[in-house]
């Protein structure tokens, strides 16, 4: 059964930083492409961003230079590093399959049960 499953969310106070984790099992890590999205409260999920099976990365434009994602395929975990944390970056996030490569991704499946982080003072 394939599996996504987010951790690593919490309470943090602007400018901090939190690491959440994407375990997947079920199938082989190293072949896919892994997307990070969130949903804000009254706002659409979007992605905000992607790793493909070869580790090339992409960022949308409002967390490009504060989040990192990266990749363990032998511990079959996705990462995503998030520093300099805004108010505005509250919201669920999960870890999901891109439906197309990265760089042209826009909808997304078998997404887990999400990590809340909430950004304030």
């Known amino acids: 059964q394939v599996q996504l499953v987010e951790s690593g969310g919490g309470l943090v106070q602007p400018g901090g930083s939190l690491r959440l984790s994407c375990a997947a099992s079920?199938?082989?890590?190293?072949?896919?492409?892994i997307a990070w999205l969130r949903q804000a409260p009254g706002k659409e999920r979007e992605g905000i961003s992607c790793i493909s099976s070869d580790g090339n990365t992409y960022y949308t434009d409002s967390v490009k230079g504060r989040f990192t994602i990266s990749r363990d395929n032998a511990e079959n975990m996705v990462y995503l590093q998030m520093n300099s944390l805004k108010p505005e970056d509250t919201a669920v996030y999960y870890c999901a399959f891109p439906l197309a490569p990265c760089e042209h991704a826009s909808e997304y499946h078998d997404w887990g049960q999400g990590t809340q982080v909430t950004v304030s003072s």
């Open positions: 079920g199938f082989t890590l190293d072949d896919s492409a």
